[in-house]
């Protein structure tokens, strides 16, 4: 029997590349994207194949649209068909809202929404033809859910993917697709400029669970969402924040300065 296949944006590093070997440890071949770290994308691919499974690369700018979503079609078709894509590739920002340049805003939205919504278009018209069903996980943010100081387009692409998976959902539901969003909080990545850190040695006393997140963490609930024993959750975000968001009110009332105001 033919494995299923999954093709992970963004896996030359953090979350992407944790979930491309999970998913290679859940008996999947894996197509493997990078933008600039080639190294980093080819780090992944013996990751997979050393779990067992076979691994594609693919380079893609999903600024570059609507031609960058090709990529879908091209690893599908080198390894044999989609059975699961993570939309996990994005950037962010640290700029107030009113020193946004139109430019950046564009930047942040294509990577964060348009190339996530092209992307999860190539796969579920893949997913429909080949009959068996599928599963598209969006990678989100906390801030899917709750604002940032200084990520006004990051927020707005990142709500509008929640609510855009929420609408996948519901229009691919028929076809046996399940769609459902994660929201990782602060995870150790090169994106928040702790790759290779030990999280436990990061206190964070903000965080009930008391540290940042380790992007096996968020693979494990991807795994999951993406496998084979989730055949009825759909449409729903997970949030994976060691319990971030629910310190609104007591950050509310402990905060002890203005500093939160500015980037």
């Given at each position: ?12 590093s ?6 491309a ?6 008996g999947m071949?894996?197509?493997?994207t ?6 980093g994308?080819?780090r992944?691919?013996t990751?997979?194949t050393d779990?067992g ?9 999903l ?5 960058a ?7 599908a ?11 996990n ?5 640290a ?8 430019d ?8 964060d929404l ?10 579920a ?5 080949q ?10 943010s ?16 990142k ?6 998976t ?15 969003a994660?929201?990782?909080?602060e ?8 790759e290779?850190?030990?999280?436990r ?5 903000g965080?009930?669970l008391?540290r940042?997140?380790?992007a096996?963490?968020?693979?494990e609930?991807?795994a ?12 729903a ?5 060691g ?5 609104g ?5 402990h905060?002890?300065?203005?500093s939160?105001?500015?980037?």
């Amino acid at each position: 029997m033919t494995a299923p296949v999954a093709v992970v944006t963004g896996s030359d590093s953090g979350i992407g590349r944790a979930t491309a070997v999970r998913l290679a440890r859940l008996g999947m071949d894996v197509g493997v994207t990078w933008h600039t770290d080639r190294a980093g994308a080819e780090r992944t691919a013996t990751e997979v194949t050393d779990s067992g499974r076979r691994a594609a690369v693919e380079q893609v700018d999903l600024t570059r649209l609507p031609e960058a979503a090709d990529v879908v079609d091209e690893l599908a078709d080198r390894l044999g068909g989609i059975d699961v894509l993570v939309n996990n590739a994005g950037t962010g920002t640290a700029t107030p809202f009113t020193d946004i340049a139109p430019d950046t805003v564009r930047h942040v939205l294509d990577l964060d929404l348009v190339g996530p919504f092209l992307c999860g278009q190539r796969a579920a018209r893949r997913m429909i033809a080949q009959g068996r069903g599928g599963r598209i996980v969006n990678v989100t943010s906390v801030h899917e859910h709750q604002p940032k100081v200084g990520a006004a387009p990051y927020c707005a692409a990142k709500g509008g993917l929640g609510l855009l998976t929420q609408v996948m959902a519901l229009e691919l539901a028929e076809h046996g697709i399940l769609v459902n969003a994660v929201a990782p909080g602060e995870i150790a990545t090169p994106m928040t400029g702790q790759e290779d850190t030990d999280v436990r040695t990061e206190p964070r006393p903000g965080v009930p669970l008391g540290r940042p997140g380790d992007a096996r963490e968020v693979a494990e609930v991807i795994a999951f969402l993406a496998g084979g024993t989730n055949r009825y959750v759909t449409g729903a975000s997970w949030t994976v924040d060691g319990g971030m968001t629910r310190m609104g009110p007591m950050a509310g009332s402990h905060l002890g300065d203005d500093s939160w105001r500015r980037v």
